[in-house]
């Protein structure tokens, strides 16, 4: 369910306030999940699509995700968004996809990519926004058809 493409990753969140030392060397923008903070799924809210704190925007969505629960679950004690349909969302066209701390290895999601609680962390603190990181990410199939002629690694071995 992950989308496959390149995206461009500029947001950071977690549990964490920003001065503490977990997360005080994230230098993407960060948010953080509390009580207010949802990522809004509902295709007519103007805010589809996006992490947005009801207390800064005014609430026009039926339906989001509540992230504090996923934060005090662990599962988004760290994150970062990946930008896909974001530039210019299309409705139904997927909405809030994360990279983020998994429940187990190898434990599914509902489309999001995610590491143990220490991967992501590390990822958090190494993206620098100055560089314009990416994620790649495809099919294991579409990764190899593409390793030759982009120069990716080769994981077959």
């Given at each position: ?19 503490e ?9 960060y ?33 989001a995700?509540?992230m ?7 599962v ?6 990946i ?75």
């Open positions: 369910r992950s989308p496959a493409g390149v995206f461009a990753l500029s947001l950071a969140f977690g549990k964490a306030d920003k001065t030392p977990d997360v005080k060397d994230i230098k993407l923008q948010t953080q999940i509390t009580s207010h903070v949802w990522g809004v799924d509902d295709v007519k809210s103007k805010y589809y699509n996006r992490i947005a704190d009801d207390q800064l925007v005014q609430k026009d969505w039926d339906s995700e509540d504090q629960r996923y934060a005090n679950e662990g988004y004690e760290f994150g970062v968004v930008e896909h349909n974001y530039e210019h969302p299309i409705p139904g066209k997927g909405s809030c996809f994360f990279i983020h701390v998994h429940r187990r290895p190898g434990a599914p999601t509902g489309g999001c990519t995610a590491f143990a609680r220490d991967i992501v962390k590390e990822v958090l603190c190494w993206l620098d926004p100055s560089k314009k990181p990416i994620l790649v990410q495809f099919p294991k199939a579409i990764f190899a058809e593409l390793t030759h002629d982009w120069n990716l690694p080769d994981f077959s071995v």
